[in-house]
């Protein structure tokens, strides 16, 4: 439980370049953190379909298994489809967190209900499956979207934050949610306007959470608490011959054996 | 709703070669039907993990677009993981089937309560989850393992069987199924001999599924009535551009745009 | 595993004649299968509540009890409450299959929610109690009707086709479904129609099932398969005195001792 | 509201002579309430499957026509399986109460979990399915037989009630039990004896409800309160030619028109 | 069981005086039960809220122990918040019946859903909770508000009348609720009304559930049957030093040693 | 989202002097947070029932409103059944955590299932109530006890280690539980050890969760990300006459108007 500066990566499973800086982390985190970020560069250019998800894990594992080795303390994959995730926890030790899960346990503390606001609505069922899977169907109010594709959040902000803040809205008013959590990465930052926006629409008190400052504030939490993941659920893979991937072979995964 | 010869593939998601011969299928499929095998070239050996899951994909999606391209008419996926279903069924147009999920419905229709007996204690998780997302986990009584992995199961087929039966007696006697699934395909061809332990072990009258043959007879009967999965569920991803894997770039997926 | 000629029995448990015959059922199945008819003699004109259904029953057994008798290989039960399923999967050995059970597996595996588009409101409970004795009630998106008695259904079949695709369009926008069930064994043939309907109506790539013919196909695809219901779910009744049903009686129920 | 002198009827629905009479239900309601008995006179002898529910329900259901016309104000149906209850509720407008219905939602009111403990294992999916059906399912902790046939219940006194304290015990004790149900109306006046039973073998303080009595006061309670079941889960049957019942064709029905 | 005058106490766990009256309840009794009232002296003027809630608790604690003390046969708690439900049935033996926990579980036996339509929609959660801690999630249709302050309900009765059926008439025709259960025992006596109201609204045969009523019929039934809470889900308190709450001390609580 | 040290209060719900000191929680907080201890003087020694709770949670309120009135950014309240937690959270605008519902969402996160290690069976049920409100009821394996009493739990460390590794060795092996949290904040300390203990019996990577820590990092964490509990849920209480806790009466409950 030492004290020291930890240090966290935030993988980004995406190829795009200059999608993700450190620049957008350094006011995220405290001055006991650092936080580095690493890319993918075989996958999608974003992720909005199980397609994209399915291309996009290989090479975000052999990033993990890198962070690892460079002796990082924790990682925090950088999509709200926490792709490669359960894989991700059966090849290191340190902690792994995905956003989408992370802030569904959050906003599950932290009002009655919660509903995402994502990008599109083609994903909707992947977030109602992942409430599924991390055990928290009861809480969830509802999936919306803004109808704004990934690589076009940046273009306009004014209107992704008032996209953001009718939906927001709306999933308040019509579908019971208590807490919004934001449905994809690349709306980093807009919490504090969304909150504002909600306010000035007669609804104050609404957590917002932004998924990636989130997941970063819990993986230090766990790595003051000495926790990660359980080798019960996710224990180390099986060695065996793999091919086309030869960071996974025998080899290299030398914890594996 | 046409009676002509149906074509169906059988997707093996593993690199193993000899693993799965057209010769297994011939008794199990009709003479109106015609099975086809293919079989990834990069991945793993065998899937035991999240992470050998994740390695297969990729390869598998390839051949279910080429599948689909060949005229193929329905695809079943060779594994219990069902990897790559979800990406898979938004790529193509015609059925794919994932054994896991064609042989948990058919489970539940025959019984009160089914469970799986699979390879390896470390993936009764993976089958739990499965179970949760096809929406049937309150038809799921418990998932066994015959701790044998699965590039073994073929090496001593008696003690295979013995050890199928034993588990899924005591599925039934301290688990409460009523219904046996085999939890790897690998075990393919041995349902008529556990069914027979079963009953010389007091316990007639129970089924045993055997996932291949079942996806491949649900395949057919889905392109005898002219169904194939939901595109609201499963849309064609949104073309865009992918490094490494050139099948899936736009100019690959003509589908998409 | 034979593939010899299939025989398979439809069951109509409902007292009016011309409603279902051999006719129907040409193109619905294969040939290498074979139906058959058979309908009740005491019991209701229609079934449009649990009245209905209950009086329906005893008769649908005998006749379940006879097609064993003669020989048949499986039984569907023509019609969605799948009355007395569960009695006569206890009285014979051979598969018995409900179309409405049949249908929402098949529609769960086919797409994210299903809904059921039934004939009247008034039954709308009795889908979802199925649903959730099914085991699939998380998959169920909505039961909605078309407000047209059982009898009527075959008077104005242009508004019937124009009802279920509206339905069915309701389900789909309001209430999340990305499946269609017809709700009435009565609505035989017109699913080609709604999803042209639902097409026209921008809603391309909904699967509609028709719950006969999907009940047919996955009868034959046990039989190919050598599987039934499960004997510990429906264990042969104890022999004893019943008053009123002589082939009932243990005399008649020779499997039953 | 009136608190007039209660008439409430007891419908025992197999065929056994004796099995029920008007003495023996004297002690278990009060001097406001009078209990009258009838038997179906067509029907199985006992009921232990699904096939015995199914050919009690129909004489069942005119007799419980024939209560309403007699002016009794609610009626109990004398079997845990509950046969008949919900077509029941639609023909009449009396209260009608299943004792399985009503003690599982009793039981849930006085304790964490109950378990039930009936006459035979093959039953044992019976009362799943209706903890199910009646949204109690998360309060079953288990059910337990004793393994002696319904008809065989009264030959030996001592023995039902060492047995069925023997498996209330293990409830308790193995599957968290904090309640206990008896699983057949024919266990009736046994409860004082298996609490006694209960607190010898160092378990006191642990109710267990006897379904009759346990039906007859609530249906007492209902009518002092004026409610009966809701006329929009139960509607009227439409009114139509139904053959072989004559006492439910339309001329029989006058309320269903 | 003996059939002698039933004693039951409701305690009513507010400060306001003439909030309850014996006078309200000589009409909801019959003849061989007698009522009668108590009141906190420490708490709040009503329950509104979470904090309500929690300070009227320990002196509703208090007259609970006195009650059993003067011999009172049960008790009903006068608050759907039933607040101190929990802690009531361990420092005592006799029943204690929340109006809350009775009312939900006869609604789930009279029809397929069920509605509250409470005071103020900020305490809409606090029902759903209660409907998941007593097993009956899966009845509740929904929770409704009339936006009336408890004390103000009696103000103007046809105003509160009107809302309770324009409610109920929402819950029915847009949520599915089958039965309504009034979500204040402040609306005590506006059954008939809102039946009426209903009935005249074009929604006959719904059961209006009055929970001070309903729970007063209930203990009666207990009473009857001889059953109480369980004493496994509720064992008494261990004693122990307990600092302000003179009544809960070890002298004080002489079952708890 | 200021760096500044932040200001967090261990609100201590019993009146056991020594129980929780400052001197306890250095080592679990890091260099920029400061936390405080507080402790209520009316109410149980300990909390091992219904009962306990119920009186400690009015003081426990009172201190609360203290905390934020004097400025602490966090509240943590330090019991297991997190009592008074949803009204705390009504009653301030600052974070209030529960460590149960804090530790069950983070043991959600790191494995597949969990289990609570307690101090006594008789408040198993309080357990298992609490999972099902905080939404995680399916991600419960099991909650267990070492059958030692709060305050006894610091006579014998070894022994209560030793017991807590072999229920937690037991939850793993027979209950299917990944991950361990304690149930008593009392076991503060001891998870280092434990985990120890199950490494020594076989079960090596086992996360086990120290509920205090957890929840005092978790709270810094909120307090960073400016994130609180949501106002939609817990609205401030409307003011109103409230008898016998003079700090929640309208003039001290500014905030509440």
Known sequence: MAESRKRIRLVTPIVTEGFRTGDDLGPLVGP??????????????????ELDEALAVPDTLRLLQEAEREGVGAVVIDCMGDPGLKAARE???????????????????????????????????????????????EKLASVRSVEIPV???????????????????????????????FGCTGMLGCAARVEEGLLAAGRPGVPVIDPVPAALRVAAALLD??????????PAPPAKRIVGFPWAEPAGMGAAS
Chains 1, 2, 3, 4, 5, 6 share one sequence.
């Open 32 to 49: 006991d953190t650092e936080v580095s970020v690493a890319q993918i560069v075989t996958g999608p250019a974003s992720i909005e379909s």
């Open 91 to 137: 090849i290191v030790s340190i902690p792994v967190l995905g956003p989408a899960e992370t802030s569904m346990h959050l906003a599950a503390m932290l009002g009655h209900r919660f509903s995402v606001v994502t990008v599109m609505d083609r994903i909707v069922p992947m977030f109602e499956n992942s409430a599924r899977l991390y055990g928290v169907a």
């Open 151 to 181: 690589l076009d959040l940046e273009r306009d902000p004014e209107r992704l934050v008032e996209a953001l803040v009718e939906e927001s809205r709306r999933a308040i008013e019509e579908d019971g949610a208590h807490v919004i959590i």
């Open 225 to 234: 608490l000495g926790l990660t993941q359980s080798k019960l659920t996710y």
